[in-house]
């Protein structure tokens, strides 16, 4: 992905800068060639001497740009599990991904880490974000996922005799579990998503409290994935499953409902993020019945959701990472609603807006393995900025309206925002001039 060139100034407005630290009332930012060099205190700023283009935050927020840490690229109008992998051909899902990636960097996320894509779609879709073909966030890929046989993922009928090869691979016993991470590494990911447990869209065979892997199947993708130089995350709801992952050990762990003090433990000793996704079960529960969703499975959600929200404020509390990211492309949690999983754990979870925001952006860049580059507003990493116009810690949920983000920036570049419309718009008209 090519940085800008030249000097980047963006005034005028508080600077949080993606720590944890109080955000600083009369901030600034300056990038040269895409590349952060002072973020902070105006009155404490370098002079620049050169020309530069200036960003006015307009009395508003400068802060990283956002990491969507369990994103879903070819999820799209999701209303039953059977729809991840037969509803559309592959050929139209690539196109989706496409347009989904485009959605997230205009909502002002400028990276992301993909939990999981049908075939090995989000791996090519990352090359052609890098190349600059189509826009979106620097994402990190994973690929198809692993689950045990008859477990949450195994739901196409023997007899259809079509498999769930596009999706996800399934295997019995720790040999085809090493075999499925062989495949993965050949098609090129970078983290190795599995299913531990199952979930409450599964109430009859495959609910929160199930199985779906075994250890044994676990520990030898782990030490396969990890040979290769790959990270490894999975599905973990069940307290079971959760700490067999932790012992497996598992690098990340997505959800983390039912956490035990076992669990908490082993968690917290080897410090692994985890992304609870929360929203999802909240738009379950509240928009579940106009999709058809049983009373059982939206009983099921709620002792999620509960289950979760108590599990991701006390992993917090106790000084571990949470990451931000939830199941976005269902039919009731549409791509591009993003931003309602961080206003979710202000106003429903209990954590506090700068809490929120560090989960979104330090902890982000954290899981993605890319801290050093990403995730805070400091001299030397890249330029991803967010500008939005208001007051996010005084209110969260403006990040959920696109109008009030100015610019969403990614190495020095302005790539949307309504600045970048602006723009635009005076372009086709110098144009028309």
Not at 123 to 131: C, F, P, R, S
Request: with cysteine; glycine share 12%.
């Amino acid at each position: 992905m090519k940085s800008a060139q030249g000097t980047l100034v963006i005034r005028n407005g508080q600077l949080v800068d993606g720590t944890g630290a109080p955000p600083i009332p009369e901030g600034v930012l300056i990038a040269r060639d895409g590349r952060i060099v002072y973020a902070g205190a105006a009155a404490s700023a370098p002079p620049v001497n050169e020309a530069v283009q200036t960003i006015d935050a307009r009395g508003g927020t400068i802060l990283p740009g956002l990491v969507e840490a369990h994103f879903h690229p070819t999820y799209f109008n999701v209303a039953a599990l059977e729809d991840l992998d037969i509803k559309y051909p592959v050929e139209y899902v690539t196109l989706l991904a496409a347009c989904n990636s485009k959605l997230a960097l205009e909502c002002g996320y400028t990276s992301a880490r993909s939990g999981g894509s049908l075939f090995n779609v989000d791996v090519w879709l990352k090359k052609a974000i890098e190349n600059d073909l189509i826009p979106g966030p620097r994402l990190a890929a994973s690929g198809r996922e692993i689950c045990g046989v008859g477990g949450l993922m195994d739901w196409n009928p023997d007899y259809r005799k079509i498999g769930m090869d596009g999706l996800v691979l399934l295997v019995n016993g720790p040999d085809e579990a090493r075999a499925a991470v062989r495949k993965l590494v050949k098609d090129g990911v970078e983290w190795v998503k599995t299913y531990p447990t199952g979930d409450a869209a599964a109430p009859d065979t495959n609910d929160h409290h199930t199985l779906c892997m075994t250890f044994d199947e676990m520990h030898a993708v782990v030490q396969t994935a990890h040979n290769h130089g790959l990270k490894v995350t999975g599905h973990c709801r069940a307290t079971e499953g959760i700490k067999n992952a932790l012992r497996a050990g598992y690098d990340a762990i997505e959800h983390g409902t039912f956490m035990d003090d076992e669990a908490m433990d082993l968690l917290l000793e080897r410090d692994v993020p985890c992304v609870p996704a929360l929203y999802f079960e909240y738009a379950s529960i509240v928009r579940g019945p106009e999709f058809g969703l049983s009373q059982r499975v939206i009983d099921g959600h709620q002792e999620t959701l509960d289950g979760g929200s108590e599990s991701a404020l006390r992993i917090l509390r106790a000084g571990g990472r949470i990451g931000m990211g939830g199941d976005y492309g269902f039919g009731w949690n549409p791509h591009g609603d993003y931003a309602r999983e961080l206003t979710f754990f202000v106003k429903h979870v209990g954590f506090t807006p700068l809490e929120t925001l560090k989960c979104a952006t330090q902890t982000g860049a954290e899981i993605l393995g890319r801290a050093d580059e990403l995730g805070t507003l400091q001299a030397g990493k890249l330029a991803d900025v967010l500008v939005v116009d208001g007051d996010v810690i005084e209110d969260i949920s403006i990040l959920e309206d696109r109008t009030r983000l100015l610019a969403v920036v990614q190495g020095g570049v302005v790539k949307a925002g309504t600045l970048a419309l602006s723009s635009l718009k005076k372009l086709e008209l110098d144009k028309q001039g």
